[in-house]
């Protein structure tokens, strides 16, 4: 709820005469006058705990959605936001990196390999700065969500990646004798044994 909808608000419940705020803060309050001081009390009273904000990190960080991966990744946005805000040891320097990459590994694990193995490269090699350069839990998770929506909109090819002509090679243009005595189509790689190309 912005000021604006909060002012708003109070003002509709005082003229209404009604003795609840939503969530039954009224109480928290109902003897204050100034705006802002509301404001400060309300933000003090829905606060999140320490140790809520870490459990509802530890939980995305242990169930990634594998259907609704942009609504996980937003959600761990939001949940490593909230607590380096409370300076929650967990999420300092490259801790969540690394623990967003272990736990998007079973999703995409060639993508975080390759993440992984890269920070273990920059570690290993400490040049002065590489902490700061590399990307952090936020960084990293934006780089994963791109890269997941580019899967999806990529169209998959169950095609090889090298296409070959049965019965068709540099000595043997003709594709009628690639047909065997069963009319069914002879294997390639037959034909190059028999050629001598192998």
Excluded at 73 to 79: F, R
Excluded at 175 to 185: E, F, M, V, Y
Aim: glycine share 6%; proline share 6%; hydrophobic share 40%.
């Amino acid at each position: 709820m912005t000021a604006i909808q909060l002012v708003s608000t109070t003002g509709i419940l005082e003229t209404a005469g009604l003795d609840a705020y939503p969530w039954n803060y009224y109480g928290i309050i109902a003897d204050e006058t100034n705006v802002a001081e509301e404001l400060t009390l309300l933000k003090a009273q829905v606060k999140p705990t320490e140790q809520e904000v870490l459990d509802r990190y530890n939980a995305l960080l242990k169930s990634p959605n594998r259907i609704k991966i942009s609504k996980w990744v937003d959600d761990w946005q939001v949940a490593l936001t909230e607590a380096r805000r409370l300076g929650i040891a967990e999420t300092t320097g490259l801790k969540p990196t690394r623990a967003f990459l272990q736990t998007v590994y079973p999703l995409d694990s060639s993508w975080a390999s390759y993440w992984l193995n890269e920070m273990d490269m920059q570690a290993h090699r400490d040049l002065p700065g590489w902490k700061a350069a590399f990307p952090d839990g936020l960084k990293i998770s934006r780089i994963f969500a791109r890269a997941q929506n580019a899967k999806k909109t990529t169209p998959s090819s169950n095609k090889g990646a090298f296409a070959s002509y049965q019965g068709v090679s540099g000595n043997n243009p003709n594709p009628a004798s690639a047909i065997g005595s069963n009319n069914k189509p002879r294997c390639i790689c037959a034909q190059i044994l028999v050629l001598g190309l192998l």
